[in-house]
């Protein structure tokens, strides 16, 4: 059983950044493809970015590229998000999850989430 827990969520203005970090413990990290989804309220959970076991690739969903990048460090059994040009409808609770198979990660795909961090961008 992995658990994830995301930190790093708050208050931001527009325009700004935040950095998010989720720390896995309880299972291999490095045997799993990693992504951060988001929920916004009254909306789905959506897919943001996803990275391979060995960091390698990346994919990320078009509303997010150019702005946020997804790292990872097996060491330290964490990946990152960092998260430049914030817009208000970046506001959501992002989440944490990893994945046994695959690479570029769905709902469906995923085996582990964690619980989310909030983040609120003010206009």
């Known amino acids: 059983q992995v658990q994830l827990v995301e930190s790093g969520g708050g208050l931001v203005q527009a325009g700004g950044s935040l950095r998010l970090s989720c720390v896995a413990s309880g299972g291999i990290f490095s045997s799993y493809a990693m992504g951060w989804f988001r929920q916004a309220p009254g909306s789905e959970r959506e897919f943001l970015v996803s990275?391979?076991?060995?960091?390698?690739?990346?994919y990320y969903t078009d509303s997010v590229k150019g702005r946020f990048t997804m790292s990872r460090d097996n060491a330290k059994n964490t990946v990152y998000l960092q998260m430049n040009s914030l817009k208000p409808e970046d506001t959501a609770v992002y989440y944490c999850?990893?994945?046994?198979?695959?690479?570029?990660?769905?709902?469906?795909?995923?085996?582990?989430w964690g619980k989310g961090t909030l983040v609120t961008v003010s206009s």
């Open positions: 999850a990893a994945a046994r198979y695959g690479v570029a990660l769905t709902l469906y795909s995923v085996d582990y």
């Open positions: 990275i391979s076991r060995s960091a390698i690739s990346t």
